[in-house]
């Protein structure tokens, strides 16, 4: 019953951000991460539910996930700004 309602809860948020604006998404194994997520992620979170990153840049987090390079991007607060895929 707890999974069931955590996925809902999961899905209504995710509905609400693909609502608000265009995001992109990175996954890693279960945790999903994304532009506009609620609550905001910090630095500190992100590297706890994916580890270390392949490299880093000032503000700057990246990740390689299939065959695509993922920058994360903080702002002043170390909350993530934005997700680019190159």
């Given at each position: 019953?707890?999974?069931?309602?955590?996925?809902?809860?999961?899905?209504?948020?995710?509905?609400?951000?693909?609502?608000?604006?265009?995001?992109?998404?990175?996954?890693?194994?279960?945790?999903?991460?994304?532009?506009?997520?609620?609550?905001?992620?910090?630095?500190?979170?992100?590297?706890?539910?994916?580890?270390?990153?392949?490299?880093t840049s000032d503000n700057n987090l990246y990740?390689?996930?299939?065959?695509?390079?993922?920058?994360?991007?903080?702002?002043?607060?170390?909350?993530?700004?934005?997700?680019?895929?190159?």
């Amino acid at each position: 019953m707890i999974g069931t309602s955590q996925k809902l809860a999961e899905l209504i948020i995710l509905l609400f951000a693909f609502g608000a604006s265009p995001v992109d998404t990175m996954t890693c194994g279960v945790h999903k991460i994304y532009e506009g997520n609620i609550p905001v992620q910090s630095r500190a979170i992100i590297l706890r539910k994916y580890g270390a990153p392949k490299s880093t840049s000032d503000n700057n987090l990246y990740y390689e996930k299939n065959n695509k390079i993922y920058r994360l991007h903080f702002n002043d607060n170390d909350e993530l700004d934005s997700i680019t895929v190159k």
